[in-house]
């Protein structure tokens, strides 16, 4: 598509409850970040994909946070259990450049919208 | 391993200039520039890299000090619609990680 989608835009679940959310990238991009946007806060980053491989996972807040990409374009972050201070706007951003080889591309990250999880 | 951002906020006139600041712990390759509004998705202004190479935006430039871990962003002759936050961005230690800095909200008002 012409730009990274993300979907749902806005989800509200009940504590305790599993939700997942969803992030197309750009056609080719190679790599694909979440990150946490808590409100008045920075991004905070989750994890890292390079193709379908899961390459950094070093910011996922606990195990009840998953994220995969099977097949090296969609990729899907999995809440498991919700908790009130899961409640965040999640971030997903694409890039045709490879992080550490910046000098590569421009190494521009491109960024979804966002799915704003509420939960009650 | 975030970048910490100066100042925090800053409230400007426009046509005035601004200078945020960016520091990391760690030895950087390179620094991005971002400018996220409210309720919308950041956007990308700008990279610098490592030998000096920058790659910028009318109006609105950056420096990077490789020695110091350190880049500044200068906004010139603001506007209006340079409101928002701006966060500042480098990679972690592995390669593998992209984190964004504390931010700074910069607002212009008429």
């Known amino acids: 598509g012409a730009g990274v989608s993300q979907s749902p835009r806005y989800k509200v679940a009940k504590r305790g409850q599993d939700v997942a959310l969803r992030c197309d990238p750009i056609s080719g991009h190679v790599s694909l970040f979440w990150y946490q946007q808590a409100l008045g806060q920075g991004p905070e980053f989750l994890t890292y994909f390079q193709n379908e491989a899961q390459l950094d996972k070093s910011g996922l807040p606990s195990d009840r946070f998953f994220a995969e990409r099977p097949e090296g374009s969609v990729s899907t972050l999995k809440i498991q259990r919700t908790q009130q201070e899961d409640s965040a706007v999640y971030l997903c951003?694409?890039?045709?450049?490879?992080?550490?080889?910046?000098?590569?591309?421009?190494?521009?990250?491109?960024f979804g919208e966002g799915s704003r999880l509420t939960v009650l | 391993q975030q970048p910490v951002q100066s100042p925090q906020a800053v409230i400007l006139r426009e046509g005035e200039d601004a200078v945020i600041n960016c520091s990391s712990s760690?030895?950087?390759?390179?620094v991005h520039w971002y400018r996220q509004k409210h309720g919308e998705a950041p956007v990308f202004l700008m990279i610098l890299l490592k030998g000096g190479e920058q790659k910028g935006h009318e109006k609105i430039s950056a420096s990077f000090n490789e020695k110091k871990q350190q880049s500044s962003l200068y906004l010139t002759a603001s506007q209006l619609s340079y409101s928002g936050t701006y966060f500042c961005g480098t990679e972690g230690n592995t390669g593998n990680q992209f984190y964004f800095g504390t931010g700074t909200s910069l607002t212009v008002i008429p």
């Open positions: 951003a694409s890039s045709s450049s490879l992080p550490g080889l910046a000098l590569r591309g421009t190494g521009e990250l491109f």
């Open positions: 760690k030895a950087l390759y390179s």
